[in-house]
């Protein structure tokens, strides 16, 4: 097994026993859930380090020294500095990350994170490395330290099994960012929410899912919060696409008070595979059109509102005006309606538009609708199709029960063909 250990911001180790131990292990849990993405095999080693059985993936991410680039530039865009240790043990692996060596035998015993007796006890035998460590006789080491030490080092050298509990993401996305000082603006909160969205980015990769919908909420001091919710065109975990979303949708928040954390939280997870590779190059992929069609919908709806943008879909209604029905993207399209052998026009004008005599000329009709006297809203029209000057029209006129008024102001334009 090749192991790769993570410390995880040393600095602030909870062994200062200064703070609960509570932040480190949320922290621990939230790289642990990014981490998937390289590999299932995630162990976490409490309060400082990740164990990843890698050896799987190397060959995926494109070899050894492109898969430690890839971990290293993650790791330092979520804001952690850590140090990399790899073995074919995870023992090893963790005490070769924690010591920055190469070799275990010239490792410092303090990476055995042995009691203040223990080590002293090692100083006055003129033991200072793993290797002077491993020299002693087995039985004086079980003697003197317990048989826990010996375990420990006969699992660093894989002579028996290192049995570990492999970490299990959470069912949805649910981080929080404290920034270095409160922040006045919404655009400022975009550079710390990257670090949330990059967290994201790789919990929906080891989920092989991606989110529709992604909400960030910005808190105040006095316990309120300011929140943003993007809604996507399709199930998507590009961070590069969210925060561009992000940055039109926070372009129109005007804060009432300065923001002193952000949360970002995604609840509901769609099933996302990757896509799969061509065995040969192509220029072109066509599918690829209809993923920027969505990106150009998503972009729309974070500038203008999600009801400023959708698509259109039948409805069993006579009545034009209530023939369709807004759809969202991504949302199954209705098909209904009794005007198939009826051409119909896409552009309905609303309200209609009073047509001057003479000023069209009828070309087809009429098309009778006598319809919704159930509701309160009764059409009875005659529709016709008539050229008006280098338009090809949708026009009607009232009939039967309409007010004296309604037949006085004769024909109404309702939709334009071309």
């Known amino acids: 097994m090749r192991g790769h250990a993570l410390p995880e911001r040393g600095r602030e180790s909870c062994e200062r026993g200064r703070e609960s131990c509570e932040p480190e292990r949320e922290?621990?849990?939230?790289?642990?859930?990014?981490?998937?993405?390289?590999?299932?095999?995630?162990?976490?080693?409490?309060?400082?380090a990740l164990l990843l059985e890698v050896e799987g993936s190397l060959r995926y991410f494109g070899g050894r020294w492109k898969f430690l680039a890839r971990l290293r530039g993650g790791l330092s865009r979520l804001g952690f500095e850590a140090r990399l240790g790899e073995a074919p043990t995870a023992r090893a692996a963790l005490w070769l990350a924690r010591g920055g060596g190469t070799r275990l035998e010239a490792l410092p015993v303090a990476v055995l994170g042995l009691e203040a007796p223990h080590r002293e006890l090692l100083a006055g035998l003129g033991i200072g490395t793993l290797g002077g460590l491993l020299r002693l006789p087995r039985d004086g080491i079980a003697?003197?330290?317990?048989?826990?030490?010996?375990d420990e080092l006969d699992r660093a050298r894989g002579a028996i099994t290192d049995s570990r509990a492999w970490f299990a993401p959470p069912p949805r996305f649910d981080a929080r960012l404290v920034p270095p000082s409160p922040v006045s603006y919404a655009q400022g909160v975009l550079f710390a929410a990257g670090r949330l969205v990059e967290q994201m980015e790789g919990f929906l990769a080891a989920r092989h899912a991606g989110v529709r919908e992604f909400r960030l909420d910005m808190e105040h001091e006095d316990a309120t919060a300011t929140g943003v919710c993007v809604k996507l065109a399709g199930p998507a975990?590009?961070?590069?696409?969210?925060?561009?979303?992000?940055?039109?949708?926070?372009?129109?928040?005007?804060?009432?008070?300065?923001?002193?954390?952000?949360?970002?939280?995604?609840?509901?997870?769609?099933?996302?595979?990757?896509?799969?590779?061509?065995?040969?190059?192509?220029?072109?992929?066509?599918?690829?059109g209809g993923e920027?069609?969505?990106?150009?919908?998503?972009?729309?709806?974070?500038?203008?509102?999600?009801?400023?943008?959708?698509?259109?879909?039948?409805?069993?209604?006579?009545?034009?005006?209530?023939?369709?029905?807004?759809?969202?993207?991504?949302?199954?399209?209705?098909?209904?309606?009794?005007?198939?052998?009826?051409?119909?026009?896409?552009?309905?004008?609303?309200?209609?538009?009073?047509?001057?005599?003479?000023?069209?000329?009828?070309?087809?009709?009429?098309?009778?609708?006598?319809?919704?006297?159930?509701?309160?809203?009764?059409?009875?029209?005659?529709?016709?199709?008539?050229?008006t000057g280098r338009s090809l029209a949708w026009v009607y006129r009232e009939r039967g029960r309409a007010s004296l008024e309604e037949r006085r102001e004769g024909w109404f334009l309702h939709g334009i063909f071309a």
């Open 143 to 150: 003697r003197r330290f317990g048989v826990n030490l010996l």
């Open 237 to 288: 975990r590009d961070k590069e696409h969210f925060i561009r979303l992000l940055r039109e949708r926070l372009g129109a928040v005007v804060l009432q008070a300065p923001v002193e954390a952000i949360r970002l939280s995604a609840g509901q997870l769609v099933s996302m595979p990757g896509s799969n590779g061509h065995l040969l190059h192509v220029l072109h992929d066509p599918r690829a």
């Open 292 to 387: 920027e069609w969505l990106r150009l919908i998503e972009r729309l709806q974070a500038r203008l509102g999600s009801g400023a943008v959708h698509g259109l879909g039948t409805h069993e209604d006579h009545r034009p005006e209530r023939a369709w029905v807004p759809v969202s993207p991504g949302q199954e399209i209705p098909s209904g309606g009794g005007h198939k052998n009826s051409p119909r026009p896409l552009w309905l004008v609303d309200p209609p538009r009073r047509l001057a005599e003479g000023g069209f000329a009828l070309l087809a009709g009429p098309e009778r609708i006598d319809s919704g006297w159930w509701d309160g809203a009764e059409a009875r029209r005659d529709y016709f199709i008539a050229r």
């Open 27 to 48: 922290a621990l849990a939230a790289v642990a859930a990014w981490a998937g993405q390289f590999t299932p095999r995630v162990s976490l080693e409490p309060p400082q």
